[in-house]
């Protein structure tokens, strides 16, 4: 099952990727840069409109382009620069929306659009006549721009500007005989027409936009949500990680203080300064390093006191006619004791009877 389900995924992927790349050109020429992955919604959202708002630019060249041609065989020459206007506006908006000037770029549309048909309907050869009338029909297509890309105050206002142009039209602009015959059916055709037209499709096209934003919101929000909770997730993984590693490192110190203890000066903490203990254990080692020092000292002057000793001994064995025995030490007492063996023994009766005086303190000193 799961494979059937990705093979769908990966042949509905690979069906939609020339879409995509069809559209990706157009994106990067008349869109902002895409944003990253932990945008804001506001970001995002500015993202869509400004892909709507390009789409909608597209679609204005294409129609420019129909009415460049209805303009060159058609029966209005006015047509021509009225479309070169309106190319021109739909230029400046695509630069616009690659600043993300989204609501300027609505606005230029929209009044592109507006000005094309009302400038062709007042610049008609004929007048008002019988056949101008359904092109009133074609200002509710500016409403589909601006609930598309404005807000709802937006939509209110262009349906109140085209139905007083539309009633302003009927009553003043020149007309044909025959539409002076019909001005009722001309007034419901070109006035109640158009205003029922663009209420309906402002009423469809604001439900549609808020149904869609209201949806987009809530995948948004749900995407935070879950975004919010994959780093709780890795915040909590994180911690546990430290914390295990905060207690091993807790463990290591105390390890080497009870070998410290027990004698062992040569245990050293072994932390990395990536670890968030590193002080303590390098403080601690510096601490252990000169307890070392100052146990090979002390073990020294011990040994060093011992071999004054034995070289004492030595001394008053051979004072006395036994021949010295004297085991090196590797102290400074050594090259004394070579010295000092090395004399004869009557040399050494001074030095022993000096040092018995030394060693014996004067009656004086004793009664004291």
């Known amino acids: 099952m799961n494979n059937f389900q990705n093979m769908n995924f990966q042949t509905a992927r690979s069906v939609r ?6 559209w ?79 609501t300027s770029v609505g606005v230029i549309n929209v009044v592109a659009y507006t000005f094309g048909v009302v400038v062709n309907l007042l610049t008609n050869p004929g007048g008002l006549t019988m056949e101008v009338v359904p092109y009133f029909s074609l200002l509710a297509m500016p409403e589909i721009l601006t609930a598309a890309m404005l807000s709802t105050w937006w939509v209110v206002l262009d349906i109140i500007v085209n139905v007083l142009f539309c ?66 997730a890795e915040q909590m993984s994180h911690d546990l990680v430290e914390k295990q590693a905060l207690e091993m490192s807790i463990a290591a110190i105390l390890d080497i203080q009870s070998r410290v203890a027990n004698g062992d000066y040569s245990a050293r903490v072994p932390l990395t300064p990536d670890n ?34 034995a070289l004492l001994t030595q001394l008053q064995r051979k004072r006395t006619g036994q021949p010295p025995v004297y085991t090196k030490t590797n102290t400074v007492i050594d090259p004394i004791a070579w010295e ?5 023994t009557s040399s050494l009766s001074p030095f022993t009877a000096s040092t018995r005086e030394r060693r014996t303190p004067p009656p004086e000193e004793t009664s004291r």
């Open 24 to 102: 990706s050109w157009w994106y990067q020429f008349t869109t902002p840069p895409a944003p990253p992955a932990n945008a804001s919604l506001e970001r995002r959202e500015l993202q869509r409109r400004a892909r709507l708002a390009s789409i909608i630019i597209f679609v204005l060249f294409i129609v420019c382009l129909i009415s460049l041609f209805n303009g060159l065989f058609g029966t209005n020459p006015m047509l021509v620069p009225i479309v070169g206007v309106m190319a021109v506006l739909t230029v400046i908006s695509i630069f616009l929306n690659r600043k993300g000037y989204i």
């Open 167 to 232: 009633f302003a039209a009927v009553t003043w602009m020149p007309r044909s005989s025959e539409i002076a015959s019909h001005m009722t059916i001309v007034y419901i055709n070109s006035v109640i027409v158009p205003f029922v037209l663009q209420l309906i499709i402002a009423a469809i096209c604001i439900l549609a936009s808020t149904s869609l934003l209201h949806t987009i919101r809530e995948r948004d929000q749900a995407e935070e949500l879950a975004k919010l909770e994959g780093d709780l």
């Open 276 to 309: 968030i203990l590193w002080p303590v254990a390098g403080t601690l080692n510096n601490l252990i390093a000169r307890l070392q020092y100052t146990h090979h000292i002390e073990q020294r002057l011990s040994l060093t006191e011992q071999s004054a000793s």
């Open 340 to 344: 000092v063996l090395s004399l004869p």
């Open 17 to 22: 990727a020339p879409h995509r790349q069809y």
